[in-house]
């Protein structure tokens, strides 16, 4: 394809990709021909220098040290806070009464006002209902409840609450009771000296703080019996173990203005409290009543005791508040609700984390106004899912990521890494760390599930009880063991050591797995189910694939948080691991995608390949592709293409073509051929990849790159709307897709598809020419002109239209788009007036340096992302509904053609959609503007116009590179400048892409 290697060549040209730092190992050079790679003799010796050998070693590992779960705590533990050395367990138990349930109060005969509150012992009820027991002439109103009748007076209840009423005089007292209402009382009588009240307790609406050891252990109960008014909503420990939280008071208070009109008043009272490691608690700031709802949005507290709550609230707008650490009121910041940024602080100094216009996390000082100062900006190396986390004595503050946790000193205005979660005996999904001591142990939370079978003879409680108990002695068991549990840990060479030490739930699925996995590596489906099988931790459930007549047992899911502690690993640990080869991979790492229906995490699998294997441990180097370098000069992946160019090599790669296609670094021969290394493969093969798809991956016929899956985009048409006409040109796609057949919203969707066609077609990225200041060009312009500026205002929408840009997904789609329009339609390709068919965005790629002598071994791992088990088709166990419905209409297309074909297979039975409402299922649309159809089966016809246009000749789309973003922002000032011309709008176009090419 003429238009390929152009765009390969300018996707390598941008460099906007994800940069990746590592090592390699010298190897013999690869006996490449001179035809083949003509520079790679001279080339290799400066690419591979001595020194730059794969001589990685593990600089530190991470070991989970096993603490108790904290699940025989009272109600469900909804987070865990840790600082200093003291950890916090925060239940939200709702029905939480205190002795039996009742409690009393004295009222003072003269005040009529409680003096005193205290437990009720069980049974005392003084109530009555009776009206019989009210002396002659003393009436009670019709919502009036009888407590206690004494001689000289009454006790009821009523809206006012409760009352006292003299029989002589009349005279009605109420008594007021902070935090009971009538209904709340059970009874009341006289002792002579005071009255005493019996009120069943309400429940308690805060939250509870349970105190616990740095080893997770529960030490004391220490429940905020503060009032039944308010909640907890914000917690936050410091570096010296010191629990900070906000108490929030909401109210509505209502005024009668006149007969006809009330007027309603949001109340807000926020209270901050401190409660120190010993269990002292103090009111640290609070008690105002405000008129108006606040919301309290987070709050961080210096090493020095400052205390800064961002709020948010009809008045003042977005405000930082800063307290001394006696409470005290020091500053008030406006801040910009915006600018997403969180905020923390050094000394008296506040900061913000914040994701920049260049995609970058950074940090920087916010100045009184609450401006941030960009100017100041310390660049990092985070994603932009991050956490902020309290300093100790090693860091001012840390930051914590998907991929790595950093630790910030203000003074240096240095930002370090301190560990990688990959480099951690912790899965990936157990990230979510809340504290860290001394840059050294890290504390982590994981949630853990356990399935528990109901027996017809036991109670669940019953059950869920004993398993509480088992689980906290198996916590204590562990604590004790924890020196031996540093040293062996998730090793299955060194099982015999310390066999009887190493007793966590988790270890022992993690051993059962690696044993599991050892004897089956062929087949992971099979492994994962019978790893399933061993877990000692969950019961035998039936397997979906095992469905029989037999009723399944029943069963309930119980989920629990349980904090987990990660230690630096010992000098013999850190000596085994590097005992093994050191795999280094680099790229855009912590990408998580999604295929038909089923999450994928490149750092998960890296996991499991270590756990699995005790002679070669993978190791990611993450380059963010939006983080920049320190002076703005480069980003992620430039950083890591200049320093593979100055000899820095992984053994592989991964990244996202659409930020760098690595092509010029696959010119001077530095990948490996990927066909070589699938040569011996016995399921993924060099003629089962579309050949269509597979041209992509080459450069000087060298595979140096390969891709599981892609988007494929192309044209489609009713017959009739295109009056049998072939290939088009542009001039013949202007004509046909007007405003009324067409399915763009708005202009600058319309301009947005058909750009990235005719800027691929009229752009040579190797002679940098382009052809935008043409007349071609600017019918393009005033086409799309004509739809409406805005989405919705225009018929888009509300029928299938005769010419539209779609994402290929099934032979199914074009069977529904062929029914509701009831004509056949065409699949008529890309207007070039060319052979281009079809617009492709390649997924994920992965290459292989040529210096690794680990070759087969990277190929190991990258392999699973082309079997059948990954496209979902080698699976034997049953699937969700979720991912039956992501296999009726995927978003990403396979690149082995007998995966294709499978999928065109499946899609032509309608497997799945027999799969989620039977085999009887006879399938009906209703269109959105209100016509039924019944959904005929796939005809061999359609599925092959399907075929036909997956399989056409194909282009690299160039939407969300620099070069795209630069022609439509250009193009679309014709939109918005009245006073612009067509001819003035395509020769600015022509300058600024000329710029570019030229400028790179």
């Known amino acids: 394809m003429k238009y390929s290697k152009r765009i390969i060549s300018f996707l390598a040209a941008l460099a906007v990709s994800v940069s990746f730092t590592s090592c390699k190992e010298k190897e013999e050079p690869e006996k490449n021909t001179e035809e083949e790679i003509p520079e790679v003799t001279e080339q290799e010796p400066v690419q591979e220098p001595e020194e730059k050998g794969n001589e990685y070693k593990l600089t530190s590992y991470y070991e989970e040290i096993p603490l108790a779960n904290m699940s025989s705590l009272t109600g469900e533990i909804t987070d865990i806070l840790y600082g200093g050395n003291q950890?916090?367990?925060?239940?939200?138990?709702?029905?939480?009464?205190?002795?039996?349930?009742?409690?009393?109060?004295?009222?003072?005969?003269?005040?009529m006002k409680r003096s005193e509150i205290?437990?009720?012992?069980?049974?005392?009820?003084?109530?009555?209902?009776?009206?019989?027991?009210?002396?002659?002439?003393?009436?009670?109103?019709?919502?009036?409840?009888?407590?206690?009748?004494?001689?000289?007076?009454?006790?009821?209840?009523?809206?006012?609450?409760?009352?006292?009423?003299?029989?002589?005089?009349?005279?009605?007292?109420?008594?007021?009771?902070?935090?009971?209402?009538?209904?709340?009382?059970?009874?009341?009588?006289?002792?002579?000296?005071?009255?005493?009240?019996?009120?069943?307790?309400?429940?308690?609406?805060?939250?509870?703080?349970?105190?616990?050891?740095?080893?997770?252990?529960?030490?004391?109960?220490?429940?905020?019996?503060?009032?039944?008014?308010g909640n907890i909503e914000k917690a936050y420990v410091n570096s010296a173990g010191d629990l900070y939280f906000t108490k929030v008071e909401r109210s509505k208070e209502t005024t009668v203005v006149s007969a006809t009109e009330t007027k309603t008043t949001e109340y807000t009272k926020i209270e901050l409290y401190r409660m120190k490691p010993d269990g002292s608690l103090s009111r640290q700031v609070g008690g105002e009543k405000l008129p108006y709802e606040i919301k309290i949005n987070d709050f961080f507290v210096?090493?020095?005791?400052?205390?800064?709550?961002?709020?948010?609230?009809?008045?003042?707008?977005?405000?930082?508040?800063?307290?001394?650490?006696?409470?005290?009121?020091?500053?008030?910041?406006?801040?910009?609700?915006e600018a997403n940024a969180k905020y923390f602080a050094s000394g008296s100094e506040l900061w913000a984390a914040f994701t920049d216009e260049d995609g970058s996390v950074g940090i920087a000082p916010v100045d009184e106004t609450g401006v941030i100062q960009t100017a100041q900006k310390i660049y990092t190396d985070a994603g932009t899912d991050y956490k902020l986390l309290a300093g100790d004595a090693v860091y001012d503050a840390y930051l914590s990521d998907a991929a790595s946790v950093y630790g910030i000193r203000f003074s240096e205005r240095t930002i370090e890494e301190v560990m990688q979660w990959a480099d951690a005996d912790i899965d990936i999904k157990d990230r979510n760390c809340i504290g860290i001591k001394d840059a050294g142990d890290i504390y982590c939370l994981t949630k853990q599930t356990l399935e528990i079978m109901i027996e017809e003879s036991a109670a669940a409680d019953d059950i869920m009880a004993a398993e509480n108990e088992t689980a906290a002695a198996e916590g204590e068991e562990k604590t004790d063991s924890e020196e031996d549990a540093d040293e062996d840990q998730d090793e299955a060479d060194s099982e015999e050591e310390s066999e009887d030490e190493d007793s966590d739930d988790e270890d022992s699925e993690e051993d059962s797995e690696d044993e599991e996995d050892e004897e089956n590596e062929e087949d992971e489906e099979d492994s994962e189910e019978t790893d399933e099988d061993d877990d000692e931790s969950e019961p035998d459930a039936a397997k979906p694939s095992e469905t029989s007549a037999e009723a399944k047992p029943k069963t309930r899911t119980e989920e629990y948080l349980r904090p987990i502690r990660l230690a630096k690993a010992s000098e013999q640990r850190l000596e085994e691991l590097n005992s093994r080869r050191i795999i280094t991979v680099a790229g855009d790492i912590y990408t998580t995608f999604n295929v038909y229906g089923e999450e994928y995490s490149v750092?998960?699998?890296?996991?499991?390949?270590?756990?699995?294997?005790?002679?070669?441990?993978?190791?990611?180097?993450?380059?963010?592709?939006?983080?920049?370098?320190?002076?703005?000069?480069?980003?992620?992946?430039?950083?890591?293409?200049?320093?593979?160019?100055?000899?820095?090599?992984?053994?592989?790669?991964?990244?996202?073509?659409a930020d760098n296609d690595f092509s010029s670094y696959a010119k001077e021969g530095k990948f490996a051929e990927i066909r070589d290394l699938m040569a011996g493969d016995p399921e993924v093969k060099e003629d089962d990849l579309m050949s269509n798809i597979a041209e992509f991956c080459t450069v000087d016929n060298v595979m140096y790159r390969i891709f599981p899956f892609f988007t494929g985009r192309t044209y489609f048409a009713n017959e009739s709307a295109t009056d049998g006409k072939g290939k088009w040109k542009m001039s013949d796609f202007l004509e046909e897709a007007t405003v009324y057949n067409t399915v763009y919203p708005h202009e600058e969707a319309a301009l947005e598809d058909i750009l990235s066609v005719y800027a691929s077609v009229n752009t040579d990225f190797e002679e940098k020419t382009c052809k935008f200041d043409t007349e071609e060009f600017r019918d393009v312009l005033r086409w799309a002109d004509a739809f409406d500026p805005v989405e919705g205002a225009g018929p888009a929408g509300d029928k299938v239209y005769d010419i539209r840009f779609e994402k290929l997904s099934t032979p199914a789609r074009l069977n529904y788009e062929e029914t509701v329009t009831q004509e056949e339609q065409i699949a008529k390709g890309i207007p070039s007036g060319g052979e281009a068919e079809l617009e492709i965005t390649p997924g994920i790629c992965f290459s292989v340096l040529k210096t690794s002598d680990c070759k087969d071994v990277s190929w190991s791992f990258i392999r699973q992302f082309f079997t059948d088990n990954f496209y979902s088709w080698g699976e034997k166990r049953e699937l969700t509904e979720s991912q039956i419905k992501a296999r009726i209409s995927p978003e990403l297309l396979p690149v082995r053609t007998s995966v294709m074909e499978k999928l065109i297979a499946d899609s032509t039975s309608m497997k799945y959609e027999k799969m989620l409402n039977g085999d009887d299922y006879a399938p009906t649309v209703i269109t959105t503007w209100g016509e039924e159809y019944d959904l005929p089966d796939v005809s061999a016809a359609t599925a092959e116009k399907f075929r036909k246009a997956v399989n056409g000749n194909a282009y690299l789309s160039i939407r969300g590179t620099e070069y795209f973003d630069i022609l439509m922002e250009e193009s679309s000032k014709y939109f918005t400048d009245p006073e612009m011309t067509v001819e003035d709008a395509s020769a600015n176009v022509q300058r600024r892409a000329l710029a570019y090419l030229m400028a790179h």
């Open 87 to 111: 950890m916090y367990a925060i239940t939200d138990d709702t029905a939480y009464t205190s002795g039996s349930g009742l409690m009393m109060c004295n009222i003072d005969l003269t005040t």
């Open 118 to 229: 205290y437990n009720a012992p069980t049974g005392y009820f003084y109530a009555s209902d009776d009206i019989s027991k009210l002396p002659e002439g003393v009436e009670l109103g019709e919502n009036d409840r009888l407590f206690t009748v004494f001689t000289d007076r009454v006790i009821y209840g009523n809206e006012k609450g409760v009352c006292v009423k003299d029989f002589k005089t009349g005279l009605e007292r109420v008594i007021e009771l902070a935090g009971t209402t009538d209904m709340d009382v059970l009874g009341a009588f006289c002792d002579g000296k005071k009255y005493v009240l019996v009120y069943q307790e309400k429940a308690q609406t805060l939250k509870h703080f349970y105190a616990a050891s740095a080893e997770g252990e529960v030490i004391e109960e220490t429940k905020m019996t503060l009032g039944y008014d």
């Open 302 to 337: 210096s090493g020095e005791g400052d205390i800064y709550i961002q709020e948010s609230d009809p008045v003042k707008g977005s405000t930082i508040q800063q307290f001394d650490c006696y409470g005290i009121r020091t500053a008030t910041y406006n801040i910009d609700p």
């Open 603 to 657: 750092p998960e699998l890296i996991k499991e390949f270590n756990r699995n294997n005790d002679k070669y441990f993978i190791h990611p180097k993450n380059y963010n592709r939006g983080a920049v370098s320190a002076d703005g000069a480069e980003n992620g992946l430039e950083k890591l293409e200049k320093e593979m160019e100055e000899g820095f090599t992984p053994d592989f790669i991964i990244y996202n073509p």
